[in-house]
């Protein structure tokens, strides 16, 4: 790469390739099978302040060297910026690179027609509930994806890593009384994943949910289920998002140093722990990965930042660069997002929030929470909490709040959960929020 650079240019090259694999079965037969084989390279290259980028679907010398020309040229058209420039020694160094095994040989293995079955059993060890009048939907997914990034200041990197996962949703009930439930199992190889598991997850939150029906309005606690936890924490780190900031689009702007959140509260995203889905030792600048403290005790005490919304924040890269694939410029993005987890077990939350809500599932988040302002209202079904314990369940009622109300009334459990993605889950207790009813 550095022969590719002329005086005066900074060049980069980010190749990825990844093997993926979908099958959706129904009603005992298989609906869809869907294999992406993707490699490609990306260019950026950066002269006189201008960025350029080009990529291809390709890894053939000659096209490599066609789309670092075209990186050139495009640069020719770019605004000047002072803060563009690539990842060099001084990110790099003195940041210990942390020993990730992310790589399971077996999967390559797991040939296609055991994953169809992998998914045709799922659906049989769900319907075999007499609870279970039909599945929506079961699939089985998994991933391997390899990486690596090298530039003209002699920053070189690679990264590999697999994952694989089930997933079902079922039907429970008939007609305007039917309720649905999700249930997944999640790991790196084929051998790491539990089918019964996932079927009893589905076939549970399913059944819990029949009978139910719209509350009246009023005020109380909400408990949160882990996989809602990691829907609302990965939105909220928008609001932690260096770019986010550096634009005003957060609701974190300006209160660096300020208490965010109550004192039981702590944030990290930690690239760096091999339990997390999105772990990585580089990023995609070819930066060390490290814990980066988001949210210390209630403090905000930082943001995530790649090479360029570190130096135009004037704090530096955290190793935080993220590309949805080698077609895009690096933006930035956690990997292994979670909340610090409590002493508490979940049950011991139940019981603190005595009268209150236990929320299985939402819908709105898209629309409904935003991590500008930090508005909060979604839909909702779950179960009221009565002795401690999950009771009548609840249909299509709303909970709101706002996200700096919550984190201030937030506690969270002991039951971390690592989720594919950016970010875990775990049971949390907010102690009051809104909940409007029929």
Not at 155 to 165: D, F, L, N, Q, W
Not at 294 to 320: C, D, M, Q, W
């Amino acid at each position: 790469m550095a022969a590719d650079a002329r005086d005066g240019e900074q060049v980069e090259a980010y190749v990825a390739r990844s093997h993926q694999t979908e099958v959706t079965v129904f009603g005992g037969e298989v609906e869809s099978v869907s294999v992406a084989e993707v490699d490609g390279v990306g260019v950026r290259l950066i002269v006189d302040g201008r960025q350029g980028y080009a990529w291809a679907g390709s890894l053939d010398p000659e096209v490599v060297a066609e789309t670092v020309a075209e990186a050139r040229d495009n640069a020719g058209f770019g605004s000047p910026d002072p803060h563009f420039g690539l990842a060099g020694p001084e990110e790099v160094a003195g940041v210990k690179v942390a020993e990730l095994d992310l790589w399971r040989d077996g999967l390559a293995a797991f040939p296609a027609e055991r994953k169809v079955a992998f998914a045709l059993d799922l659906e049989r060890a769900v319907l075999a509930d007499p609870r279970i009048r039909g599945v929506r939907t079961a699939a089985f997914n998994d991933a391997a994806v390899e990486m690596a990034v090298a530039n003209s200041l002699g920053v070189e990197a690679s990264g590999r890593r697999t994952v694989c996962s089930c997933s079902t949703l079922t039907l429970a009930g008939e007609g305007t009384g039917t309720r649905t439930g999700y249930g997944y199992s999640v790991g790196r190889e084929p051998a790491d994943l539990d089918l019964d598991e996932a079927a009893e997850m589905a076939i549970e939150k399913a059944v819990r949910l029949l009978g139910a029906t719209q509350p009246k309005g009023r005020r109380l606690p909400v408990v949160f289920d882990p996989m809602v936890t990691a829907s609302i924490v990965g939105i909220l780190s928008g609001a932690l998002n260096g770019e986010s900031m550096l634009k005003g689009r957060s609701m974190f702007a300006g209160r660096l140093g300020e208490d965010v959140a109550a004192p039981g509260v702590s944030l990290v995203d930690d690239p760096t722990c091999p339990d997390a889905f999105g772990a990585s030792a580089y990023d995609a600048e070819g930066v060390p990965t490290r814990p980066v403290p988001l949210i210390e005790r209630g403090r905000l005490t930082g943001f995530l930042h790649n090479v360029y919304t570190g130096r135009r924040a004037g704090t530096g890269t955290t190793g935080s660069a993220a590309r949805a694939a080698y077609k895009s410029t690096p933006g930035v993005g956690p990997r292994a997002l979670r909340l610090e987890p409590g002493p508490a077990s979940p049950a011991e939350l139940l019981v603190r929030a005595e009268g209150g809500l236990y929320v299985q599932s939402v819908t709105g988040l898209g629309s409904g929470v935003s991590s500008v302002s930090g508005d909060f209202s979604v839909g909702a079904d779950g179960l009221m909490i009565r002795g401690g314990e999950l009771a009548e369940p609840v249909r299509e009622v709303t909970v709101a709040s706002t996200l700096q109300r919550m984190l201030f009334d937030l506690e969270a459990a002991s039951d971390l959960t690592w989720l594919p993605g950016g970010a875990a889950g775990m049971t949390v207790l907010v102690t009051e929020m809104t909940m409007s009813g029929g």
